[in-house]
């Protein structure tokens, strides 16, 4: 069972950035296809960027395509989501997500893709 901790998220000015953490607990990180999702007060959870269990590839919405980074170190079991430019319309609870994956190259934009998640950290983007 893989546990993940989300961290660094809090509040920021518009324009500001911030840099998530999720640390996994498992020491096989490696073989997890990673994600982060969003989810504001009201609006169903979105998909925000993916991330393939070798990292060389990667998925980014729309909406924060260009102003948001994910990176992963998999000597430290730790995904990133490097955050610029933030908005006010960024404000949302984050989560990290993993799944075991078999494919080196996939990643995965449906929530229901993924089968381990964190308990989510806020982050408030001020006008």
């Known amino acids: 069972q893989v546990q993940l901790v989300e961290s660094g998220g809090g509040l920021v000015q518009a324009g500001g950035s911030l840099r998530l953490s999720c640390a996994a607990s498992e020491g096989t990180f490696s073989r997890y296809a990673r994600g982060w999702f969003r989810q504001a007060p009201g609006k169903e959870r979105e998909m925000v960027v993916a991330?393939?269990?070798?990292?060389?590839?990667?998925y980014y919405s729309d909406s924060v395509d260009a102003r948001f980074t994910i990176s992963r170190d998999n000597a430290k079991n730790t995904v990133y989501l490097q955050m610029n430019s933030l908005k006010p319309e960024d404000t949302a609870v984050y989560y990290c997500a993993a799944r075991w994956d078999y494919s080196r190259g996939s990643y995965y934009r449906n929530e229901y893709d993924y089968s381990y998640w964190g308990q989510g950290t806020q982050v408030t983007v001020s006008s």
């Open positions: 991330v393939s269990r070798s990292g060389l590839s990667t």
